[in-house]
């Protein structure tokens, strides 16, 4: 059963367009969230997390959103480049200790077209 | 070092073939965490480490599996008799945890370039 989900396998944009990404997650014990992003045959790379008790962070074009009650959370790049094309994991932990496990999605693949 | 290491970049190995796979994290980073990816890009816990310390193994094959952290030495994730459903990419993680000054380091654990096994 997954606990975090990400159901959109693939998602194209335009380059300087806004890109969404989405993820739901269904574990109440989660509460701290973290994207990141990997290149084929690379590992992921952290990009921007958010904590429970906030509703949003930002880092610099990297905007992550959170809806506790809907225990949804989405990512949004502005503007899109295509260097951002990439798959991007949505991933979970409880807590943000940094010892904790992180609970992954399957990815969705980001194509940004020049 | 400043990356997590990992050696082999692929690993093949017959059926029934032990496969051992190595991970050397950044200097200082306490903990180690190893993943496993399959075909579907779903990645799965399989143990972390504190130092050397088993930390948290709940997702780890209960048989055929093992892990250790020496000090001093690259850590390990050895499959004894590797069956087909092995065939994967296994990350190692590592990260660090405390507080710099006031401030609490964020979560972020750091991936290796994974080691692809192929077992035919």
């Known amino acids: 059963d997954q606990q975090v989900k990400q159901n959109s396998p693939s998602l194209s944009v335009q380059e300087g367009r806004i890109s969404i990404l989405n993820c739901d997650y269904t574990?109440?014990?989660?509460?701290?969230f973290l994207w990141y992003k990997k290149y084929p045959a690379e590992g992921p790379t952290f990009l921007i997390s958010?904590?429970?008790?906030?509703d949003k962070n930002e880092d610099g074009r990297f905007t992550v959103f959170l809806n506790k009650s809907a225990k949804h959370l989405s990512l949004h790049i502005v503007p899109s480049q295509p260097g951002d094309s990439a798959v991007y994991f949505c991933?979970?932990?409880?807590?943000?200790?940094?010892?904790?496990?992180?609970?992954f999605g399957i990815g969705t693949k980001l194509q940004v077209i020049p | 070092g400043e990356e997590v290491a990992q050696t082999p970049k692929h690993l093949v190995r017959g059926e029934g073939q032990k496969a051992k796979l190595y991970c050397a994290p950044i200097?200082?980073?306490?903990?180690v965490f190893w993943y496993q990816q399959v075909l579907k890009n779903e990645f799965k816990f399989l143990i972390s480490?504190?130092?050397?310390?088993?930390?948290?193994e709940t997702g780890m094959p209960k048989e055929r599996f093992s892990a250790k952290c020496l000090p001093n030495s690259p850590c390990s994730l050895e499959i004894q008799a590797t069956k087909l459903e092995d065939s994967a990419v296994y990350f190692c993680?590592?990260?660090?945890?405390?507080?710099?000054?006031?401030?609490?380091?964020?979560?972020?654990?750091?991936f290796g370039p994974g080691t692809r096994l192929t077992v035919l």
């Open positions: 480490f504190q130092n050397e310390n088993v930390f948290d």
């Open positions: 958010i904590s429970s008790i906030k």
């Open positions: 574990n109440s014990m989660f509460d701290y």
């Open positions: 993680a590592s990260s660090q945890t405390g507080t710099s000054g006031r401030l609490w380091r964020r979560n972020e654990q750091f």
């Open positions: 200097k200082g980073h306490s903990y």
């Open positions: 991933a979970a932990s409880r807590g943000s200790g940094g010892y904790q496990k992180v609970t």
